[in-house]
């Protein structure tokens, strides 16, 4: 009886492997991923007519472009700019920029030396590489309802009378800056370094969600404008990349309307000696921000109910590194001192305010 029983075991076991053998294995076959091979379009000509600037392309620049009609750009895109190029939308041609990327496909604004967005397009192979500079800057002049989302703008500022940048708003503009990365902006070589120069900014214009690293200067903004809290002045990969004179920058002067300074990772800078505060204009310090005057600057405010502080906000010297960072990019190599800015002037009392948040004022 027991070896019969062992003798159905045994045979109960060569079916049990054998079915095993035959059931067939479950493999996962990887799928490569999809590789975009970007044509390369030159553009000769300015655009006189609607046109859109497809996915799947790199476009490149070898003169000074002007926009004279509607140009749409598509999520991706990649554009390059030779060496010295302008780049600019004017509404005197009807020119209009709608690039409206999304956040997993940024519209690319760069170098043509630029190898890591588009390929090799001089096809120098390593022979050249980006630079800061490379070139000039994208203009806005006279035209309405332009649109700059999940954009990035890439080694502009080549020097020229104009200044260094990489988007100008000359006159009269009205462009919708969110979402956009601005970086390796030449500077250091004109009294006019900023990312974003917005001397011709008009109402309804706004820069939001925007990421500013490795500039001069990041922006400027004119004396009627609030900038909102929502932009970012470092390299989110490196923290410790920043700008070098890591600021919101005002021109500073006449001031008539109401402003309020939001921006709390950097301070905010008035450019001009006397910074007037005309009636109708005012200033409010939300909590946790930082204004610098600078060297032998003045406030004047019509009353002292024209200037709120909110909590823990200051109003100092621009050699201050303490508050607010090293901003004028000296590394240091000047510090404040008692009477470096004039102080906060109240014309209707003919005196000067006193608050021990007013650091290294004369009054």
Not at 63 to 73: D, E, P, Q
Request: overall charge negative; hydrophobic content about 35%.
């Amino acid at each position: 009886m027991k070896n019969l029983f062992h003798l159905f075991l045994f045979l109960f076991l060569i079916i049990l492997f054998s079915c095993a053998k035959d059931t067939p294995t479950t493999t996962t076959t990887k799928i490569p991923p999809v590789v975009i091979h970007f044509n390369e379009v030159e553009i000769t000509r300015d655009i006189d007519s609607p046109v859109t600037w497809t996915y799947g392309n790199t476009y490149i620049i070898r003169k000074n472009f002007t926009v004279r009609s509607t140009l749409t750009i598509e999520p991706g895109v990649v554009i390059k700019m030779e060496a010295d190029k302008i780049l600019m939308f004017s509404t005197f041609y009807a020119g209009k920029l709608i690039a409206d990327g999304t956040e997993d496909r940024h519209i690319i604004f760069t170098s043509l030396r630029d190898d890591a967005h588009g390929g090799d397009n001089n096809a120098d192979g390593t022979k050249t590489t980006a630079a800061k500079g490379d070139w000039e800057y994208m203009e806005f002049d006279n035209t309405k309802g332009c649109i700059l989302r999940y954009c990035e703008l890439l080694y502009a500022g080549k020097a020229n009378g104009a200044g260094q940048k990489a988007i100008d708003f000359y006159e009269h503009s009205v462009v919708t800056i969110d979402h956009c990365t601005i970086a390796h902006t030449r500077g250091g070589e004109s009294t006019m370094p900023y990312a974003i120069f917005c001397f011709g900014m008009d109402s309804g214009s706004t820069i939001t969600n925007c990421i500013f690293y490795d500039n001069d200067k990041p922006i400027r903004v004119p004396n009627w404008y609030t900038l909102d809290n929502s932009n970012t002045f470092h390299n989110p990969a490196n923290t410790s990349q920043k700008n070098k004179q890591n600021a919101v920058y005002y021109l500073g002067g006449t001031f008539n309307k109401p402003i309020t300074i939001n921006e709390t990772e950097v301070p905010t800078v008035f450019e001009t000696l006397t910074n007037q505060f005309t009636t109708g204009g005012s200033l409010t310090m939300a909590d946790n921000t930082v204004l610098k005057i600078k060297e032998t600057g003045k406030i004047s405010i019509p009353n002292k109910t024209d200037l709120v502080f909110g909590a823990n906000t200051f109003i100092t010297s621009s050699k201050d590194d303490e508050h607010g960072g090293d901003s004028n990019g000296d590394l240091n190599t000047t510090s404040p001192y008692k009477g470096d800015w004039d102080g906060v002037y109240i014309a209707n009392s003919s005196s000067y305010l006193a608050a021990a948040n007013l650091l290294y004022s004369a009054h």
